[in-house]
């Protein structure tokens, strides 16, 4: 099992941008499909993109495409969230995930192994 810690949130005006990371604790993180996924107050947990092992695929939510980029450094054990243009919307808890089989498009909640603990993002205007 991979331990997942999130970092890069913060509170940032429309327009700006932010890089989030997800760090791995164990070696098997080159090996895990990753996610990122986004929880704002009082809605559901959403979907924001995935990257598989070695980052060769990477799907994302619609209502993202265009301005979050999704990579990995495996070396580093680090998965990263790249968001440009951010808006009022975007403002969540933002948080990863990844699991060790499956496909990377099944995002059944009981096949993640691992979360992390997430960080916040808020986008004034």
């Known amino acids: 099992q991979v331990q997942l810690v999130e970092s890069g949130g913060g509170l940032v005006q429309a327009g700006d941008s932010l890089r989030l990371s997800c760090v791995g604790s164990?070696?098997?993180?080159?090996?895990?499909?990753m996610y990122w996924f986004r929880q704002a107050p009082g809605k559901e947990r959403e979907f924001v993109a995935s990257?598989?092992?070695?980052?060769?695929?990477?799907n994302y939510a619609d209502s993202v495409k265009g301005r979050f980029s999704i990579s990995r450094d495996n070396a580093r054990n680090t998965m990263y969230l790249q968001i440009d243009s951010l808006k009022p919307e975007d403002t969540a808890f933002y948080f990863c995930?990844?699991?060790?089989?499956?496909?990377?498009?099944?995002?059944?909640?009981?096949?993640?192994?691992?979360w992390g603990p997430g960080t916040q993002v808020t986008v004034s205007s």
């Open positions: 164990g070696r098997a993180f080159s090996t895990y499909n």
């Open positions: 990257i598989s092992p070695s980052g060769t695929d990477t």
């Open positions: 995930a990844g699991k060790r089989w499956g496909p990377l498009s099944d995002l059944t909640p009981t096949t993640f192994n691992s």
